[in-house]
């Protein structure tokens, strides 16, 4: 699977909109993005996933450059809930493995 | 979204002792499931792949004997740490695949703790 690159952390205010860029500049054509995250002693929790489209549903948006190699999720009115570490995956569609990087850690302050 | 259930959320044992770790899928039938592992203040690292109704597959240096995986249902997986360490401490974290291929549902995550 392609590797991706995150910020390690960042800080968004409470009620805006929160932008986690990811680049993923090795991908390959069959490879999908995926976006999970992880809340403090919980386990990790799916939020949205694309291969070149864009996408959105009722946690996020994802933008991916036509390219495809970097992404953006985007959190759209972001709460102190929001807070959590972020992890972008990219993967074979059919490939069994999903393997988790280091993630940004995001902090949502009032 | 999908739930799955992981019990329990947390177990001190003894130091020689086995732990069992379930895992359920409640909401829909999970062919895949796998197992994850994440020490403190790092990323999950994965520990090996259940298949329901075959042998479950390992990554690199994680021990076969010491960490029993059965996959006997659809909606079932079960991993079993055997004569337990203290090095063995851990967060571990089960998850189960949905319908669409890299979407996973995972559980709360078993907090063990060898003494």
């Known amino acids: 699977d392609a590797k991706t690159t995150q910020p390690t952390s960042m800080d968004c205010a409470e009620g805006r909109a929160a932008n986690l860029p990811c680049n993923h500049s090795?991908?390959?054509?069959?490879?999908?993005v995926y976006w999970y995250r992880q809340i403090h002693s919980q386990g990790p929790q799916y939020i949205i996933h694309?291969?070149?489209n864009n996408e959105t549903n009722e946690m996020a948006s994802l933008i991916i450059t036509e390219d495809r190699k970097s992404s953006t999720l985007i959190l759209p009115h972001a709460t102190l809930r929001d807070t959590a570490v972020y992890y972008c995956i990219v993967r074979v569609f059919n490939d069994y493995k999903l393997s988790f990087g280091a993630g940004t850690t995001v902090t949502v302050r009032a | 979204g999908a739930v799955v259930s992981q019990h329990p959320s947390r177990v001190i044992c003894k130091s020689g002792t086995s732990v069992k770790i379930e895992c359920r899928s409640l909401?829909?039938?999970?062919?895949?499931m796998f197992w994850y592992r994440q020490f403190p203040k790092q990323s999950l690292m994965l520990m090996a792949t259940?298949?329901?109704?075959?042998?479950?597959?390992?990554e690199q240096g994680v021990e076969k004997d010491k960490f029993l995986i059965n996959h006997a249902s659809l909606t079932l997986s079960t991993l079993t740490v055997t004569s337990a360490h203290p090095e063995d401490s851990s967060f571990y974290i089960c998850?189960?695949?949905?319908?669409?291929?890299?979407?996973?549902?995972f559980g709360s995550g078993t907090q063990l703790s060898v003494l």
């Open positions: 090795t991908i390959s054509g069959n490879e999908y």
């Open positions: 694309g291969l070149k």
């Open positions: 998850s189960a695949e949905w319908v669409v291929p890299g979407v996973l549902f």
């Open positions: 259940s298949n329901e109704g075959s042998k479950a597959t390992y």
């Open positions: 909401d829909f039938q999970a062919t895949t």
